[in-house]
């Protein structure tokens, strides 16, 4: 899928800017995030991919939360916030970037509207646009269904959803004949709390960009396709705002 056509410049050589994907666990965000780096060819970005990737390297900020991590202890704010910024100055955000998971407080957000006026971030080409915040709502029983049905091949790690997407003979893989698998978090209790802490803990974030005016509401319980054509129109609807 591309961008809509009345844009003369091809979509993956316009400035796209900031766009923030929220949703709750099983929301597609993933999905819809393949999807408009393949629209528009940028990167999407992830806190925890951000962190693992500061560890292994062996950054100074990955050498701090390292330490901190190793006392059984959560990476305080401004360390993910200062990760986050040096991964937002690279090459390949300078026309725009997806962030997934970031930011997940009123705290974070604050903290990004700040640091994307700064004279750190004005360098980049899409330094004059505003995020794009998207939010794909689904039903609580809906995200159930989606996140208590996975099911996934031990041996070639295909998923499957035994409501949505059910291999052909039960509990079997399609591909290898294995046996099929339940991880732990899959839980209908432990589903059931993360879903109730996503809700507590992003409320106060989506009141606070739809109090900015930025925020478009999709029904993330639509086909797939559907939901990609709406994201993408929301994309080019808030950079003509």
Known sequence: ??????????????????????????????????????????????????????????????????????????????????????????????????????????????????????????????????????????GYNQLLKRLTGRRSCPTCGRIYNVHFQPPRVTDVCDVDGAKLVTRKDDSEEVIAERLKAYERQTLPLTEYYKGKGRLRVLDGEKDPDLVTAETLKAIEHGHSM
């Not at 597609?28 to 999407?44: F, R, V």
């Not at 903290?111 to 794009?132: G, I, N, T, Y």
Request: with cysteine; charged share 20%; glycine share 8%.
């Open 1 to 138: 899928m591309v961008a809509p056509a009345h844009s003369a410049v091809q979509p993956k050589a316009r400035n796209v800017g900031p766009i923030i994907l929220l949703g709750a666990p099983g929301a597609g965000k993933g999905t819809q995030a393949k999807q408009i780096m393949e629209a528009y060819g940028i990167p999407q970005i992830s806190t925890g991919d951000i962190l693992r990737a500061n560890v292994a390297q062996g950054t100074e900020l990955g050498k701090q939360a390292k330490a901190i991590m190793e006392r059984g202890e959560l990476v305080p704010d401004q360390l993910v916030c200062d990760m986050v910024a040096q991964r937002l100055l690279q090459t390949d955000c300078e026309r725009g970037f997806i962030l997934d998971g970031f930011p997940r407080t009123v705290a974070q957000a604050e903290w990004l509207d700040q640091f994307l006026a700064s004279e750190r971030f004005a360098r980049q080409k899409c330094a004059h646009l505003p995020p794009v915040v998207i939010e794909i709502a689904v």
